[in-house]
Nanobody, 124 residues
Framework: VQLVESGGGLVQAGGSLRLSCAAS????????MFWFRQAPGKERDFVAS????????YYADSVKGRFTISRDNAKNTMYLQMNNLKPEDTAVYSCAVRFPGHEILPDTGQYNYWGQGTQVTVSS
């Protein structure tokens, strides 16, 4: 299985970006999907997660109300719409998947697959 993130880039504070995480190699419709981010010199942090059918989502407090996670199982792809970006959102954003697909809390199991990440830089 390969996860490939895209959509990162440089944006001014207050701007928006939409990240994608496209999977290949197998269908991931039974998996929960997650976004994480890692800023330079910091640990990787959970950002958002979504259940196998998109019916449940969960967000870190730092992004709640600004970011929206979604998925399209027909396209085997997950998205992260990021609005009102702040300089502190600057990081490498990575996606991950985990089975079973109903469990979306970030600290409750091992992740099955990870992507390589996409850089998001927010200038002030």
């Amino acid at each position: 299985v390969q996860l490939v993130e895209s959509g990162g880039g440089l944006v001014q504070a207050g701007g928006s970006l939409r990240l994608s995480c496209a999977a290949s190699g197998r269908t991931l419709s039974a998996y929960a999907m997650f976004w994480f981010r890692q800023a330079p010199g910091k640990e990787r942090d959970f950002v958002a997660s979504i259940s196998w059918n998109g019916g449940n989502t969960y967000y870190a407090d730092s992004v709640k109300g600004r970011f929206t996670i979604s998925r399209d199982n027909a396209k085997n792809t997950m998205y992260l719409q990021m609005n009102n970006l702040k300089p502190e959102d600057t990081a490498v954003y990575s996606c991950a998947v985990r089975f079973p697909g109903h469990e979306i809390l970030p600290d409750t199991g091992q992740y099955n697959y990870w992507g390589q990440g996409t850089q998001v830089t927010v200038s002030s």
